[in-house]
């Protein structure tokens, strides 16, 4: 079945509410029913992407990542995330970027996103990588600058996001004409979803559209990082 269930939302309001071993042992059966249900889903998803992108991830359940969070060196000792996400890897080297969903009821807050998100990007970009992109940017913003401002894009997005230096990075002036593209670390775009969006039967078809919705800002990243200064092809 490729629409969220009620439950599955269900499931995290609870867990937010007793994130402890015990009573997650006890709720395990609708922990699997909630990770099963966003699985279907993530397949249904990832077989639209197919017919238009090539992708590595094999199918939906692979693409979840584990609910058990890594508090080692985290203040927040609770054991589990309250959210349920995954993401989509293209594949290749001549294709960059990255599909990301995460399934989080609102209202709640689990330390990295507040309600459910698709889409994606450039995050934890190599620092190589934010050297190149910085360098085309700098040197010319038009293609990126239409991009991010297509109707489309707007419409779906409202704007790029991603963490922004406080000032100029390293070598480029505070006065350059492109510095407030400049300034970003990591390039990506989210579209947030309320709940009665997320349990709808047309959030499938919103979801695929914020993907593809990510291809020209996908490809422009693409050519940007399997190239030089020059142009020519580094790969």
Do not use: C
């Not at 042992?25 to 966003?38: G, I, S």
């Amino acid at each position: 079945m490729s629409q969220i269930k009620k439950a599955t939302l269900t499931f995290l309001r609870q867990l937010a509410k007793n994130n402890d071993r015990e009573w997650f042992a006890t709720n395990k059966p609708k922990y699997e029913a909630a990770q099963e249900n966003v699985a279907d889903f993530a397949d249904a998803l990832l077989g639209r992407l197919r017919e238009s992108d090539v992708l590595a991830t094999e199918n939906g359940k692979k693409s979840l990542y584990r609910i058990y969070r890594d508090v080692r060196f985290s203040k927040n000792k609770d054991p589990y995330k309250v959210n349920i996400a995954g993401s989509f890897e293209r594949d290749g080297k001549l294709r960059r970027g990255g599909y990301y969903f995460h399934l989080v009821p609102s209202g709640i807050h689990d330390n990295f996103m507040n309600g459910t998100v698709i889409g994606g990007g450039f995050y934890g970009i190599e620092r190589d990588d934010l050297k190149r992109v910085r360098e085309e940017i700098a040197a010319d913003a038009t293609d990126l600058r239409e991009i991010i401002g297509a109707p489309d894009f707007v419409r779906v997005f409202g704007e790029l996001q991603g963490e922004k230096l406080k000032t100029a990075p390293q070598g480029y002036p505070k006065d350059h004409p492109n510095i407030d593209l400049l300034r970003y670390k990591n390039y990506y775009a989210f579209r947030e979803f309320n709940d009665e969006e997320v349990l709808s039967a047309n959030f499938l078809d919103l979801s695929h559209e914020a993907l593809l919705t990510l291809r020209p800002f996908f490809d422009l990243f693409t050519d940007i990082l399997t190239t030089d200064a020059n142009g020519e092809v580094v790969v």
